[in-house]
């Protein structure tokens, strides 16, 4: 087999020979020229090809990364637009309680204004009241009557040594004139309800015949009170009313006998009618 292939050597020696002596320098070397630039043109092509296949794969990576970010966005979006929405929703709720809130509020400040107004005009004329009682009843401070006013209303406190004899329920001269001065002014004073109250000290009762306790004595005592006012001084008995409290309502807690004598007292209550206040409460 060697032996064959060394016989053909001159043989293809001789053909490349033929072949070299056939082709000139010229065509040669343009060839060769060629041959490099394709070889120069296909690396770079390899290059470029690579350098895209880089590209395209980063561009691949930022499109996802861009698509998921676009994703995020839109699931952010979305929820932002429900919570917008949940807002808006809770924002419209809220005006419109504000708006009921604030006509309640102007409702009640009318009403607040109107009601303030009623009581102002109730203190004045509570007020005016006491300065024409404290006035007329002057000459019966000394003997145990006092004027003051307490929630809106005038109370005209008389003992009831100023009143009644010892354990009696039939008023005195002294008592009398002293009612007849209360009398002069509240048949003046029309708009004006009276509650006659009787007090009495607590110390239990003893030898009084028909009488038989504390509570049965301050009844009987506002009662005399009472019709005394409206049988001899001519007050309409539909302005007043009689009650008795008994012990129940002490002014001074002490034992003394000081004490027990401030316990033991007629007291005349004074309320202004107030229609308008009535009606503004019941409406």
Not at 16 to 36: E, H, P
Not at 37 to 47: C, N, V
Not at 184 to 211: R, Y
Not at 276 to 281: C, D, F, P, Q
Request: glycine share 6%; net charge positive; hydrophobic share 35%.
């Amino acid at each position: 087999m060697k032996f064959r292939y060394l016989l053909l050597l001159p043989f293809l020696g001789a053909m490349m020979f033929q072949s070299c002596a056939i082709m000139s320098t010229k065509k040669y070397n343009a060839l060769v020229a060629s041959r490099d630039s394709l070889s120069a043109r296909t690396m770079s092509l390899e290059e470029e090809r690579r350098r895209l296949q880089g590209d395209t794969a980063n561009l691949h990576r930022q499109l996802a990364n861009l698509q998921k970010e676009y994703g995020d966005l839109t699931g952010n979006l979305d929820a932002t637009n429900k919570k917008l929405n949940a807002l808006n929703d809770q924002f419209n709720a809220s005006n419109t309680k504000v708006s009921q809130l604030s006509g309640d509020l102007a409702k009640r400040e009318a009403r607040l204004k109107e009601v303030e107004g009623i009581l102002k005009k109730r203190d004045e004329a509570t007020q005016a009241l006491k300065d024409k009682l404290q006035k007329a009843l002057l000459g019966f401070t000394q003997n145990g009557l006092s004027v003051d006013v307490r929630n809106g209303k005038v109370y005209v406190s008389l003992t009831d040594k100023l009143l009644f004899p010892s354990g009696s329920i039939v008023i005195d001269d002294k008592g009398q004139q002293a009612l007849k001065q209360l009398a002069v002014v509240m048949n003046k004073e029309l708009d004006i309800n009276m509650a006659v109250e009787g007090h009495t000290d607590n110390k239990k009762i003893k030898n009084l015949g028909q009488i038989k306790d504390n509570w049965d004595l301050s009844v009987l005592r506002a009662t005399s009170v009472a019709r005394y006012l409206t049988e001899v001084e001519k007050i309409d008995p539909k302005r007043l009313t009689a009650t008795g409290k008994g012990e129940f309502q002490p002014i001074d807690e002490g034992t003394s006998a000081e004490s027990l004598s401030k316990n033991r007292r007629i007291e005349i209550v004074l309320t202004p009618k107030l229609d308008e206040l009535y009606n503004l409460i019941t409406k």
